[in-house]
C-alpha cells in the first residue's frame, strides 16, 4: 500500500455523467496504479436536490464501468456531528464567525454595491468584528477568510493556479438552518478521510483557494489538487444532451461495453504516443496525469463506437452471449433451449457495433420466423427452390447433428441432386430461416441452428412457400 489516497465524490442530483465516470476513472487507475486506496463518498448534503435514486444510479454504473472502492460509498448525511463539531471548533477559535445579516439586508447591499459600480458583490465583513450575539435572532456561520496575500497550488494538470485573497469573501460555512455548505464539507472530510490527492473536474478551480484556507484553519495538510479539464462537444459548448447520451448507463442500453467506454473516456484528455486501444490492466499500468493535456476534450461518438466495435469483434463469445441473452430477454425472447449462445455470438461479431445489434441479428435464431418477406418470397422462390428445399428437409431431418463441415456436404448433395447454384438456392433458405433477406452466411445460420430446428423451420416455411407460388 502506498500513501496515495485518492476520492469520487459526486452529488446525488442525477445519473452519473460520463464526465463525472472519467473523473471517477482518473482517480481509480491512480489508486490501483500506486496501490493507494480509492474511496467514495456520496455528497448528499443538499438534501432538497439529493435521491436515493441517482445514489443507486451512481452505484449501479461504477459497478457496470468495474470501478471498485476500497472504502465506502460513505454518505455525507451520516455524518453532520462531525461537521457541527468543527464548526463549532472554528468558533470557539475565532476562526469562524456568526453573521446574523439578513437576504433583504446582503440584497441591499449588493444592489447598492452594484449602482456604485464595484465589481466586488461578495459579503462586505459587517458581522466580522461584531461582539453581541443577539438572543434567538437567526444567523449563519461565516469563515474569516485571508483578506491580503495570495493563495497558489501547483495543480497537477494545469500547473501552477494563484488567486488573490482579496478576491475572496467571508463564505457560509453552515446555513440558517444548522446544515454545512459545500465547500466545508468537502475539506472536513478530506481531512478525516486522509486524502493526499484531489482529483476532480476544473469547474472546481475557483473553490480550490476558498478550500485551502479552511484546511490551514483545521490545522490540516492540503492535498495535492488536479483538475480535470470538461468534456465538449463539437460544437466546443459544454457537452449535454444535444450532443448524444450523457449517461454513462444509457451507453450500456444502448449496447456498448463497458471497457469500450473506459477505454474512450480515458484517452479523452490523455495519450499515450499513439496508442488507441487500452485494457484496463494497461491503463492502470500507463495513465499518469502530467499526460492528461490541459484543454477541454471533444466529445467524439464516432470514436466511440469504433472502439465498441473492436470490443465487439474481440470480446470474448461466451460473455459476449450472457450479455445477448440480457438483451433478447428484455424482448421477450428467451434464449433457454435455443442455440447455443457463443456459437451465434460467433457468427455475429463480425457484423454488429453495438451489443443492440447484435442482439437484432440474433433474435432470429432464438425465434422462430412469424412472417416471411413477400417480396423477397417474389424474387427468390420458385419451383426448383420448393424442390430443392423439400430435398434439404428431409436430408436434415435425417441427418442428426451436423458441424459446419457436415452442412456445406449436405448443401452440396443437394445442389449436386438438383442442379442448382448456392447462388439461387441459399436466398430461399435464408427466407425460410429467417424470414428475411440478412443473415449470416446461409452454412454458419443451419450450424447455429441444427439440422432438428432447421428441418422444422424449412417444413414451416415450405407451406407458405408453396401457397404464394399458387397465387402468383
Ligand atoms: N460533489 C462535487 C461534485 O459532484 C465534487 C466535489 C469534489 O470533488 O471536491 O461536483
New binding site residues.
Partial sequence: MSDLRV?????PTGYLHIG?AR?ALFNYLLARQQHGAFILRI?DTDVERSTQASTDAILQAMEWLGLDYDEGPFFQSDRFDLYKAKVARLLAEGKAYRCYCSAEELEQKRAAAAAAGSSRFGYDGTCRHRTDQPEGAPFVVRFRTPQTGTTTFLDRIKGPISFNNEELDDLIIQRTDGTPT?NFV?VVD?VDMRISL?I??D??IN?TPRQIHIYQALGAPVPEFAHVPMILGADKKRLSKRHGATSVMVYKEMGYLPEALVNYLVRLGWSHGDQEIFSKQELIEKFNLESVGRAAGVFNPDKLLWLNEHYIKTGDPQRLGALLAEILASRGISTAGGPDLAAAVRTLQDRAKTLVEMADGAAFYYSRPTSYDAEAIERQVGPEQIAALDHLHAELASAGEVDHAGVEAVFQKVLAATGLKLGKLGPAVRIALTGGTVSPSIYEVVAVLGSGETAARLQSALGVFRAAIKTA
Fill in positions: 476520492r469520487f465524490a459526486p452529488s463525472g473523473t455528497e459545500y468537502v478530506d484531489v476532480r473536474g469547474d472546481h473553490n
